[in-house]
């Protein structure tokens, strides 16, 4: 069997990059891949989302296809919507059997792709993430707070990847099309893939990492912050996704308990003892916790209503700024190579009534 990078066997790759006032960068990040993928034995797309950008990133996207050809697919989303919606979209738009996504700011490098896809396939991989090695970032803003991030995450969810904030990361489509992400989830992104695949399946490698050299970093301290809360809805979802009542039912069975006690001592005291109980604290807490008891059993009864009934996701607000009819399937493949004649049949996640093929397995 042939390599899966430099054979005839080599999988279709779509590379997802979301820009957000990358103007400067786009060119260079374009002519970057294609000499990483310049000799890739396999069709491959490359998927340029811009997150609303005010600058000429989309110009420049535009540009690298007029460039490059339509294999250099740009889209644009209607306003900022966030690097979560822009890898989202960039994911729904994405046609290959792997799906490869890397920031566009110059410093991850798209050379990495090539030995991430072998190293998936070889090593029979849902999800295989970079790990910055020599991370080219301040040491304060940056350095401390991921790896503190990295290590709560690691500790709360069980999943443990050293570098949780490397966009750098290879999918296979049929995993990574099953996970729908909002708000900031890309942080996190191998724990929800975890919740679809086997946490085994999952990996990591060592990539390499530059300095920014064009722009600025859309990121400072605060994302810390941002990170604990998404640890907290992932928490929830890897707990109580499917039995939401018992998470809010076991709260309000605490404090039921605990009101409940306390109304016992004071029927005690009223009925027995014979004294007045209207004007104690004790009174007023009581009630105030059976309150809480019955709000809480009855949002477990809500949610475990709303987790049978089929809510339809949202498309996320874009527009594909792609060449249309005939020229709006164009791939990337080496001369004498077959594009995939069917460009939807190419997504394994698309064809998941079709057997992987052999280099998947």
Request: with cysteine.
């Amino acid at each position: 069997m042939n390599s899966p990078v430099t054979g005839q066997a080599a999988p279709a790759l779509s590379i997802v990059i979301p820009l957000y006032h990358e103007a400067g960068n786009v060119l260079p990040l374009v002519e970057r891949v294609h000499a990483a993928l310049g000799d890739y034995a396999g069709p491959w797309e490359l998927i340029l989302v811009n997150d609303g950008s005010r600058d000429a990133t989309q110009a420049e996207a535009e540009q690298a296809r007029a460039r490059w050809g339509d294999h250099v697919r740009p889209l644009e989303l209607a306003r900022n919507l966030g690097q979560t919606a822009a890898m989202q979209a960039g994911i729904d738009a994405a046609r290959g059997e792997l799906i490869a996504t890397l920031d566009g700011d110059l410093q991850n490098d798209p050379a990495d792709i090539p030995k991430m896809v072998r190293a998936l396939i070889d090593r029979k991989l849902d999800l295989l993430c970079g790990r910055r090695a020599n991370r080219k970032d301040a040491l304060l803003l940056r350095k401390i707070p991921s790896r503190i991030a990295n290590r709560l995450i690691g500790r709360i969810t069980g999943i443990t990847i050293s570098d949780y904030g490397c966009s750098l990361k290879i999918y296979r489509a049929s995993m990574i099309k099953r996970v729908r992400l909002y708000g900031e989830m890309h942080r996190l992104i191998p724990v929800w893939a975890a919740m679809v695949t086997a946490p085994s399946r999952i990996g990591e490698i060592d990539v390499a990492h530059h300095a920014r050299t064009v722009g600025e970093s859309k990121y400072g301290i605060s994302r810390t912050f941002r990170v604990v809360l998404d640890l907290l809805t992932v928490f929830f979802f890897m707990r109580f996704q499917a039995r939401p009542g018992h998470f809010f039912g076991g709260l309000g069975l605490f404090f039921g308990f605990v009101g409940g006690s306390m109304m016992t001592w004071l029927a005690f005291v009223k009925l027995v003892l014979g004294e007045p109980i209207g004007g104690r604290p004790m009174f007023f807490t009581a009630m105030l916790l059976l309150m809480f008891a019955a709000q809480f059993i009855t949002t477990g009864l809500v949610a475990e209503m709303l987790t049978r009934v089929f809510q339809p996701t949202r498309p996320t607000p874009l527009t594909d700024a792609s060449p249309v009819g005939e020229r709006a399937g164009g791939w990337h493949v080496l001369p004498g190579m077959a594009a995939p004649a069917d460009a939807a049949a190419a997504s394994a996640g698309l064809a998941a009534a079709s057997p992987a093929p052999e280099s998947l397995r």
